[in-house]
C-alpha cells in the first residue's frame, strides 16, 4: 500500500563534494539545506544579505554582487535611530550608518570572489509577490515593518522575471564559465497572501524556472516544491502554522537532494562526519567520568584521521572539544 508518491529524483550530470564551492540563496527553506551542508563540512556560504523571498531582489543582489556596485549612503535610510537597508535582511541593522555600510559592502566583496570561483549556486524563489516602493517605484528584498502605505504591493509576471534572469546569467558565466546553477522553488507556502493567491504566486515561479531551464545550458532544476507539496502531501509535514515544512519534510527533502548531487565518496565522507558531528553535540552526563574522556579519545582520533585524509576540512573546533578531556 502506498500512502505518497515517492517521486525519483534523478542523480545529476555534476556533483557537489564537500571542497567545492557552494552558494545559495533565496527563501528560508534553502537555509534548511544550508544547515544540512554546513554540518557536514561542505565550503558553502548563504544569503550574503540574508533571506529574501521574490526572484527580482534575488537577482538584484546578484548583479549587485558580481559588478561590485557598493552600496551607499542613499541606499539606508534611518528608522527609530536604527539604520537599515531595503535590499537587505533585517539582520543588517545597526545604529550606525557606517557600519552599515561596511557590513553590505564586505559581503559584496566577499561573495564577489566566491561566485567568481563557485562550482555550485543554487537559487530558491520563495514568492512572486513583490513590494514596490512608491517614492522609487524600486522592488525591495524587505520592508522592515515601515508602514505598508510606503509601499504597493505587485505580482511579478514570469516574462519580465525570465528577462531579467537572461541578462543576470550572462554577467554571471562572464564571471565564472562553469558555474552551474540550480533553480528551485520553496515548498514553504505564503498564506498572509492568501491561498489563492499563494498557488497564483507558486505557479509563476514553476513556470519561470521550467522556461529558464529550457532556455539556458547551465541551469538544471531541482524539486523541492514537488517533493512536498506533492509527494508528501500532508500537513503533518509542517509545523504549526501550516506554512512551513517541519523537520521530517527536510530531512527528506534532503534525502533526495544528497540522492541527486553527492556520489558515492561523498556519501561515505557524509557518514563519518555525521557521526563526527552528533558526538561533537551529544550532552555527557559527566565530563569527568572515564567513560566521558575515553569518548573525547576515540572522537578526536576520528578526527585527527579525517583531517588526515582530507586535509580540506576544517575540523578545529571539534578537535579542540573533544581535546578538552
Not at 134 to 144: E, G, P, S
Not at 201 to 219: E, G, N, R
Request: hydrophobic share 40%; glycine share 2%; aromatic share 12%.
Amino acid at each position: 500500500m502506498k500512502f505518497h508518491l515517492d517521486i525519483s529524483v534523478p542523480a545529476q550530470s555534476f556533483s557537489i563534494q564537500h571542497q567545492d564551492q557552494t552558494l545559495m540563496i533565496g527563501s528560508c527553506f534553502s537555509e534548511h539545506i544550508y544547515h544540512k551542508l554546513h554540518d557536514l563540512k561542505f565550503n558553502v556560504h548563504s544569503n550574503p544579505f540574508g533571506i529574501v523571498f521574490n526572484p527580482e531582489s534575488i537577482f538584484k543582489q546578484l548583479t549587485r554582487i558580481v559588478t561590485k556596485q557598493y552600496f551607499t549612503k542613499n541606499d539606508i535610510l534611518e528608522k527609530q535611530q536604527q539604520y537599515v537597508c531595503l535590499d537587505a535582511h533585517s539582520q543588517f541593522t545597526t545604529s550606525s550608518p557606517t557600519l552599515l555600510l561596511d557590513q553590505l559592502n564586505h559581503q559584496i566583496d566577499a561573495w564577489h570572489e566566491y561566485l567568481c570561483h563557485a562550482n555550485t549556486l543554487f537559487i530558491t524563489f520563495g514568492s512572486a509577490f513583490a513590494y514596490v516602493k512608491k517614492d522609487t517605484q524600486l522592488v525591495v528584498a524587505n520592508c522592515h515593518k515601515i508602514p505598508q502605505n510606503y509601499f504597493n504591493k505587485q505580482l511579478l509576471t514570469s516574462s519580465s522575471l525570465v528577462a531579467q534572469f537572461h541578462t543576470l546569467y550572462q554577467l554571471l558565466l562572464a564571471c565564472n564559465p562553469t558555474l552551474q546553477i540550480v533553480l528551485t522553488v520553496s515548498p514553504v507556502k505564503h498564506l498572509k497572501d492568501g491561498v489563492v493567491e499563494n498557488n497564483l504566486s507558486k505557479s509563476i515561479l514553476i513556470q519561470t524556472t521550467h522556461q529558464l531551464v529550457s532556455d539556458l545550458a547551465h541551469c538544471s532544476y531541482f524539486p523541492s516544491y514537488e517533493l512536498v507539496v506533492d509527494d508528501l502531501r500532508d500537513y503533518r509535514f509542517y509545523e504549526k502554522d501550516l506554512a512551513h515544512p517541519n523537520s521530517l519534510a527536510v530531512d527528506y527533502v534532503w534525502q533526495k537532494f544528497a540522492g541527486c548531487y553527492f556520489n558515492n565518496h561523498t556519501m561515505q565522507l557524509n557518514q563519518r562526519l555525521l557521526q563526527i558531528y552528533q558526538a561533537y553535540h551529544h550532552k555527557l552526563f559527566n565530563e569527568q567520568s572515564a567513560e566521558s574522556i575515553q569518548f573525547k579519545k576515540d572522537n578526536l582520533q576520528k578526527c585527527l584521521t579525517l583531517q588526515e585524509e582530507f586535509p580540506f576540512l576544517n575540523l578545529q573546533s571539534e578537535m579542540v572539544y573533544f581535546k578538552s578531556v
